[in-house]
């Protein structure tokens, strides 16, 4: 386990409690840093959260801003959550911050803490811009003790993590909308008309202005390359670094909030095609896997999508793909035991792809039992003892292209297995 988890659940409650009293108080005893970050963009939602902050980082990096990010979770090491001015947070500086925190003494859970850290570490770190990603929900996410974002960004809201935000999706994008504050601008992704009416009524209640996909700007692909369009320009965009038609939309999003900073067309461009984003269909061209699939003229890819949203646009990239590049296909599939497998193979059914279902350090699903799910979805499904024997079984087979897909925890020991894929 990397040591800075280690040290964290080892001192703090385990258990996800959403709230904000803790946080606060927490905050309050560190001089409330959260108020001294420079400005923020708060980014909530079930899917693409992550890619949007990396676009949008790359786009301002590209601007020449100092820009701090909070992601979560970490594929490999825990740094990896806290960027400061661009490079990764180190051991040291890290260290030296859960020693402060620790000398609080209050009961903060580890997410808490690691939140708290985040915004010491960037308050005292001269920056232009902190990009802000919500761990779950957005109401009473730690995160939201941020009280004046300049820009608050919904991405899709779908259904995930229902034992904390329920199984309505109304209720669900209620959660997500709690990040819109008081005069700072909303800008929210194309959603469902029940998600968007909810995020609608929660906007008029704290008088929070927006600014939606679909109706006052759009995103598409066109000619190889990515348009966008507002009430106001058109721009023709590089195609996205990041892979996969859904990138487009998420690309789009970052390019709303890159010209509400007024950031310049060449920065957009520069970032659009600069950004990366591990395990988000990534193609693996090195480390022990890569080079099993590469000795069988196979593409290996890495994508930790882990519910059924992300598993339609997973579909949609393999669909993609398959009319441009013909090849049998297999999926290496792990997934933590509390998702909606069914739900993530029903938006796989059609894909003709072989399945391999695989365990992983932690909460995992039995494979056996997620293979059987996967056959009742109409797939050709047997479970393996690991990635390395489903990759073997899967070539033997003969893919031409596999990916490994279905839990970001997964993705982190895949990426974890060589120094040369560690995210940096």
Known sequence: MDPIQERLRARHPQRIDLSLDRMRVLCAALGDPQHRLPPVIHVAGTNGKGSTVAFLRAIAEAAGLRVH????????????????????????????????????????????????????????????????????????????????????????????????????????AVEKAGILKPGARGLIARQSVEAM??????????????????????????????????????????????????????AGLAVAAALELDLSESAIATGI????????????????YAETAKAADAELWLDGGHNPHAARALAQTLAERQAKAPRPTALIVGMLANKDAGGFFEALKDSDAAVFTVGFEGAAAEPEALAAVARGH???????????????????????????????????????????????
């Open 273 to 288: 095609r600069a950004a990366r984003w591990p395990a988000r269909m990534q193609r693996l061209t090195a480390g022990p």
């Open 197 to 250: 009416d909810a995020i609608d009524v929660a906007a008029l209640a704290v008088g929070a202005p927006l600014t939606v996909m679909g109706v006052d700007f759009d995103a598409w692909a066109e000619r190889g390359g990515l348009a966008f369009q507002d009430q106001e320009r058109f721009l023709d965009l590089p195609a996205p670094a990041l892979s996969g038609p859904h990138q487009i939309a998420n």
């Open 378 to 424: 109409g797939l050709g499904a047997q479970a393996s003892t690991g990635v390395a024997n489903a990759l073997t079984h899967a070539l033997r087979l003969g893919a031409g292209r596999v990916v490994i897909c279905g839990s970001l925890y997964l993705a982190g020991e895949v990426l974890g297995a060589s120094r040369e894929t560690w995210p940096d």
């Open 69 to 172: 990010a909070y992601t979560s979770p970490h594929l490999v090491r825990f740094n990896e959550r806290i960027r400061l001015a661009g490079e990764l947070i180190t051991d040291d500086q890290l260290n030296a911050i859960l020693d402060r925190i620790e000398t609080v003494g209050t009961e903060a859970t580890v997410f808490e803490s690691t939140t708290a850290a985040a915004f010491l570490a960037m308050s005292e770190t001269p920056a232009d811009l902190a990009i802000i990603e919500v761990g779950l929900g957005g109401v009473l996410d730690a995160t939201n003790v941020i009280e004046r974002p300049l820009l608050s960004v919904i991405t899709p809201v779908d259904l995930d993590h229902a034992e904390f935000l329920g199984t309505s999706l109304r209720g669900v």
